[in-house]
């Protein structure tokens, strides 16, 4: 039992090998789309819609939105750059 607890252990490492950040940046785009919606949800009328977007710049998910999309960016530019480097 402690072996195949062990290997599957090994497994799940080796498939996040690399893909860690992506896993970060995927839960935190998740974050902001699910409070977007909640607040979508809390509107009662069309004004608050339009109010909300006006406010889009400084809602809280916004900023979550764009840090997981950094962190998405980064990730690839990194990867990029030193998979490059490897082939030289």
Do not use: H, P
Request: glycine share 12%; hydrophobic share 50%; net charge positive.
């Amino acid at each position: 039992m402690l072996n195949k607890t062990l290997n599957i252990l090994i497994k799940i490492k080796n498939f996040l090998k690399g893909k860690k950040i992506y896993l970060a940046a995927l839960i935190l785009i998740l974050q902001a789309v699910l409070g977007y919606l909640g607040q979508i949800v809390d509107f009662t009328n069309f004004a608050d819609f339009i109010g909300w977007c006006g406010s889009l710049g400084s809602n809280e998910f916004t900023s979550v939105l764009l840090e997981g999309l950094g962190l998405f960016g980064l990730r690839f530019a990194f990867g990029k750059n030193t998979a490059q480097k490897q082939t030289k």
